[in-house]
């Protein structure tokens, strides 16, 4: 936390409401990443906190597979773990601001088996009815209207379970809690993550300063792209969208071989999560280390980000200015989740491979590593004409290969690795940590020319689910 946030304005800090943002980035992959990296769940359940929620539901299923999962996740802004100094550092404040409070709330459903995970934000300005509750002070309070943040300052994790519960109809089995602390070393721990913008983006309040065009952002990056308010025409639901899309780019990096085989910046990655997540007592060891052994081999293709569709928003007394949902299109969502229906369509097959990131983002390099002079040359010339950029001239390898083409890719860029395997069919992939972003091509001596490769579910709208809503999914290029 002792880092200098880059390009970060000297005026006031902005209200605490931006650091619960930061925290919520974070959430959606907290139980994700926690998951696939299965090996770290002793040490995950040694320093996560526990607290007891009644009323939680018991997961269950009839049909002998085993039962899907419906996790409630929020963020607090609770500023435990940081010091003074370091919050005034990040422009985070240093006043005590009472009672932590959430501006961001996530359902995350994992289907029966872990085939496919939902992630559905819940927008802090939805208009809710929040049931009667006793607070930490024996004050008994009716039911009543308020925005959906207001339960949790108001009642902490338990009512926000009930209003939560309440207002999709679906039964929730689990509660995940997690606060500021870790979001920066979190992004760290995976060396940065992807983003990709059409056009540069700069807020002084928050301190975003970032060029046009993919790039790959460090922590304190991380916290003013996701905190940034005032670069989005649509506002809060804008802002919504664009830390879906950061929340699925940093599942992609803590899903890939670069985190998860390499031990160092696995035990970095899971000692950000651990310390700064709240489970309910419920959610114990065994539980997770069985959710973690599913999850870990669900396809990212599976991994759906949506937001509950709104109608339109209105001005209530007493309450302010509030979000409406589509009443229609939000039943048909909760319901696909509460019957563990999966949200994105399969896709038909093709006679062409499918990949997430499409050749003209590649940047190859050829070698030849057989003895048959020009075959590097003839293979670049295939890859160029099937849309992938070619880095320089062909060249000679250091040594010959054999037979089988190598594709050498740095662990950063695995889906970028993949697009060039699947265009050489018969190829191999080799990780090689620290090569960079151009992938590198040893041909082989039974190379036998490359093919054209489709892009799956990759365009500006994202993906297209069986609700007929728009969502994005973990696989998907960051550019999309």
Known sequence: ?????????????????????????????????????????????????????????????????TPPMTILVVASDSR??????????LHLGTADYGKPRTDTMMLVHIGADASDVSVVSLPRDTLATIPAYTDDKGKRHNMH???????????????????????????????VEINFNGFLQMVDAVDG??????????????????PAG????????????????????????????????????????????????NPVR????????????????????????????????TNPGSIAFLTVPIAGSK?????????????????????????????????????????TVAPGQVKVKVLNGTSTVGLAGKAANDLASVGFSIAGPAANAPAPVGATTVVSYDPKFDQSAKTVAAALPGSKLTAVPGLGRTIQVTVGTSYNGATKVKVSSATPTGTTTTTGLKARTVAQDICS
């Open 1 to 65: 936390m002792s880092q200098q946030l880059p390009g970060v304005s000297t005026q006031a800090p902005p209200r605490r409401h931006g650091l619960r943002v930061a925290a919520a980035v974070a959430s959606g992959a907290v139980l994700l990443s926690s998951g696939v990296a299965w090996a770290g769940v002793n040490k995950i359940n040694g320093e996560v906190k526990r607290i007891d929620i009644a009323g939680l539901s018991a997961a269950a299923d009839d049909s002998g597979h």
């Open 80 to 89: 435990e773990g940081i010091t003074r100094a370091q919050a005034a550092q």
């Open 145 to 175: 209207q308020a925005k959906l943040n207001a339960a949790f300052e108001a009642g902490g994790a338990a009512l926000m379970v009930k209003t939560v519960e309440s207002l999709t109809k679906v039964p929730i089995n689990h509660y």
């Open 193 to 210: 993550v992807d983003v990709c913008l059409p056009q540069a983006m700069k807020d002084k309040k928050s301190g975003l300063n970032l």
């Open 214 to 261: 993919r790039q790959t952002i460090t922590g304190p990056q991380a916290l003013a792209y996701v905190r940034a308010r005032y670069v989005d025409p649509t506002a809060d639901l804008g802002r919504m969208k664009r830390q879906q899309k950061f929340v699925a780019s940093l599942m992609k990096q803590a899903m890939s071989a670069g985190t998860l085989l």
């Open 266 to 297: 696995l035990n970095e990655f899971l000692s950000a999560v651990a310390g700064s997540i709240t489970m309910d007592s419920g959610l114990d060891r065994d539980q997770v280390l069985a959710l973690a052994d599913r999850l870990k081999g």
């Open 315 to 355: 001005d209530v007394k007493g309450i302010g200015n509030v979000l409406m949902w589509d009443q229609t299109e939000a039943a048909r969502l909760f319901s696909a989740i509460k019957n563990d229906q999966p949200i994105v369509k399969a896709t038909t097959a093709s006679a062409a491979p499918t990949v």
